[in-house]
């Protein structure tokens, strides 16, 4: 399929079973967090009915569609420009049927979307807190990295009101939010069970969390076995490599 590209847009060949995804060399262009969830969120359940909050370039959603046996996947992302080019990333791998997109801001969801009706929910929220960190200049930068239009509590509350009884919730986070990130968890009814932390190397301090969570489950937390981006030589882990390549 044919799709024209605008100005300072690329196509990324994902190497992972013809997928590719457009992105904006000038905006906010996924990373390896989003490759990281997409792996760590890929026993999703067959045919689940799956939300993306905040789907950006629709990444994480690209990737389960081939890395599950999930049913659906909606992607909500707000800002209009990136909505735009994720429709056409889902038209370019020819998408459509499994995955849909809305652009719309979460904090409006529970008005649009039936309550407890999805199995599973994935989200790359931003990260930064308002008013801290190096501001991006350029405002779709400042959205994907900073709370300006919602917050770590609006993407964990939204989450608690759409996912049915159980329904399975996947994020990726820096690891200075982990406080906040378990403790609203708790507050908003799902339940912490599984947390990995990401490595750049043996010797660094964690980079990045993964993060999963059930609705209404019974409390138990299992801390997974390290995960380290590149070895002792620089380069990338064999578990890294299985990831970008083998799925």
């Given at each position: 399929?044919?799709?024209?590209?605008?100005?300072n847009?690329?196509?990324?060949?994902?190497?992972?079973?013809?997928?590719?995804?457009?992105?904006?060399?000038k905006?906010?262009?996924?990373?390896?967090?989003s490759?990281?969830?997409?792996?760590?969120?890929?026993?999703?359940?067959?045919?689940?009915?799956?939300?993306?909050?905040?789907?950006?370039?629709g990444?994480?959603?690209?990737?389960?569609?081939k890395?599950?046996?999930?049913?659906?996947?909606?992607?909500?992302?707000?800002?209009k420009e990136?909505?735009?080019?994720?429709?056409?990333?889902?038209?370019?791998?020819?998408?459509?049927?499994?995955?849909?997109?809305?652009?719309?801001?979460?904090?409006?969801?529970?008005?649009?979307?039936?309550?407890n009706?999805?199995?599973?929910?994935?989200?790359?929220?931003p990260?930064?807190?308002?008013?801290?960190?190096?501001?991006n200049?350029e405002?779709?930068?400042?959205?994907s990295?900073?709370?300006?239009?919602?917050?770590?509590?609006?993407?964990i509350?939204?989450?608690?009101?759409?996912?049915?009884?159980?329904?399975?919730?996947?994020?990726?986070?820096?690891?200075?939010?982990?406080v906040?990130?378990?403790?609203?968890?708790r507050?908003?009814k799902?339940?912490?069970?599984?947390?990995?932390?990401?490595?750049?190397?043996?010797?660094?301090?964690?980079?990045?969390?993964?993060?999963?969570?059930?609705k209404?489950a019974?409390?138990?937390?299992?801390?997974?076995?390290?995960?380290?981006?590149y070895n002792?030589?620089?380069?990338?882990?064999?578990?890294?490599?299985?990831?970008?390549?083998?799925?």
């Amino acid at each position: 399929m044919e799709i024209k590209l605008k100005e300072n847009e690329t196509i990324e060949d994902l190497q992972y079973k013809n997928l590719k995804i457009i992105q904006n060399k000038k905006g906010f262009c996924f990373g390896m967090d989003s490759i990281l969830l997409s792996d760590f969120a890929k026993k999703i359940k067959k045919n689940a009915k799956v939300l993306d909050l905040g789907t950006g370039t629709g990444i994480i959603a690209t990737l389960l569609c081939k890395k599950t046996q999930l049913k659906e996947i909606l992607g909500i992302e707000k800002q209009k420009e990136v909505y735009e080019m994720a429709k056409r990333s889902i038209q370019l791998n020819q998408l459509q049927e499994q995955f849909k997109i809305l652009n719309e801001d979460i904090l409006n969801l529970t008005n649009i979307l039936e309550k407890n009706t999805f199995d599973a929910i994935v989200t790359n929220p931003p990260y930064k807190k308002k008013d801290t960190g190096i501001t991006n200049e350029e405002e779709k930068k400042i959205i994907s990295r900073h709370e300006t239009t919602a917050t770590l509590e609006d993407f964990i509350k939204a989450s608690k009101e759409l996912l049915k009884d159980k329904g399975e919730f996947y994020m990726v986070h820096r690891p200075d939010r982990l406080v906040d990130i378990l403790s609203l968890m708790r507050h908003y009814k799902i339940e912490p069970k599984t947390l990995r932390f990401v490595y750049s190397n043996e010797t660094s301090e964690p980079k990045l969390i993964l993060v999963k969570g059930i609705k209404n489950a019974k409390p138990f937390l299992k801390v997974q076995e390290n995960l380290y981006i590149y070895n002792k030589n620089g380069e990338y882990t064999d578990e890294i490599n299985k990831i970008y390549h083998k799925g």
